[in-house]
């Protein structure tokens, strides 16, 4: 990775880097050898910082989420607005395989059984349920459907929308059935892709860093950075 992908204006999260919940943040200025972010905030709270303190920054970037751990060197104080100076890093670290960046969002789809044998009839069913999460190799979605028996290493066929670009995009994705969690009212049903199309799963890749980047933007706007 390159010192390219950190710019002015750029949104970000910072937590300790031992652990903790994350604030949100801005960069304000950079050098080439350091940064001055805002003050970390949350739900109106700041991110106590010292000099010296090991930080953990991460962004979401078209391809990926990234991040880097540093070390706070100071405060400064500019047009009034507090910043803190942290070492610019050398190199970067992808938060995880994109294809495996999971996005907590609640969206309807409708799922069907599909049988095992493949000499079996297929039931013309779809049941309704809503996603938990999703990713670019899964999902998890909850119904209230307690009669069905779904288990483990049962398949099943999804059909789900998505907003990208302005447009609704509905994919039918078959996959396996690999946990399933009773919950109130319902179950909770974990599910890995098997057969997917390449470019729905592009789709789906990018509309979860999308809504990444919008909620890190939003949520800064919301401490008024």
């Known amino acids: ?3 390219s992908r950190l710019f002015i204006g750029q949104k970000i999260t910072v937590s300790h880097a031992a ?3 994350s604030y949100y943040s801005m960069i304000q200025d950079l050098d080439n050898h350091t940064l001055a972010i805002t003050v970390p905030m949350k739900k109106g709270r700041p991110l106590l910082l010292y000099k010296g303190d090991q930080i953990s920054i991460q962004f979401v970037q078209h391809d990926a989420v990234y991040s880097f751990v540093t070390e706070v060197k100071g405060q400064k104080k500019v047009n009034y607005v507090n910043l803190f100076i942290v070492q610019r890093p050398k190199t970067f670290s992808r938060y995880q395989q994109r294809e495996h960046v999971r996005l907590n969002i609640v969206l309807p789809l409708r799922f069907m059984p599909l049988p095992k044998d493949s000499e079996e009839e297929t039931p013309a069913r779809w049941y309704k349920g809503k996603t938990v ?3 670019g190799g899964g999902l998890q979605f909850s119904t209230s459907k307690r009669s069905l028996s779904l288990q ?10 998505l907003e990208t670009d ?14 399933k969690d009773d919950i109130k009212g319902g179950f909770r049903i974990a599910l890995r892709f098997t057969e997917i199309k ?9 509309f979860i860093f999308r809504e990444m980047r919008k909620r890190i933007i939003s949520m800064s706007e919301e401490q008024g950075e």
């Open 166 to 179: 302005d447009e609704e995009d509905t994919m039918e994705i078959k996959g396996v059935v690999t946990r």
């Open 198 to 206: 390449e470019a729905d799963r592009e789709k789906t890749i990018g």
């Open 19 to 21: 652990g903790g919940e």
């Open 133 to 135: 999460d999703i990713s």
């Open 152 to 161: 483990q290493e049962d398949m099943l066929a999804v059909r789900l929308s």
């Open 1 to 3: 990775m390159t010192k």
